[in-house]
């Protein structure tokens, strides 16, 4: 069913296509991914560490958070 996605895409575009052949266009993205790859070798892309927020304006200092009222 790819397949004819990928050659009716050729002439009336994707979409189309996908909606003519009742096909989920994502699928048919999913089906054209690079061999290369992470996701195509079944492995995990690769993501860089999360940053640390910034510290709001208005936030206690450390020392009003520790102190007990």
């Known amino acids: 069913m790819i397949a004819?996605?990928?050659?009716l895409a050729?002439?009336?575009?994707v979409a189309d296509a996908c909606?003519?052949?009742?096909?989920p266009r994502s699928s048919s993205?999913?089906?054209?991914?690079?061999a290369g790859s992470?996701?195509?070798n079944?492995?995990?892309a690769e993501t860089p560490p999360?940053?640390?927020r910034p510290r709001p304006a208005r936030s206690l200092s450390d020392a009003e958070r520790i102190a007990d009222p």
């Open 38 to 40: 992470p996701k195509a």
């Open 50 to 52: 999360p940053t640390p």
């Open 10 to 13: 050729a002439l009336i575009g």
């Open 29 to 34: 993205y999913r089906a054209i991914q690079p």
């Open 4 to 7: 004819g996605v990928t050659d």
């Open 42 to 44: 079944g492995e995990e």
């Open 19 to 23: 909606t003519t052949l009742g096909v």
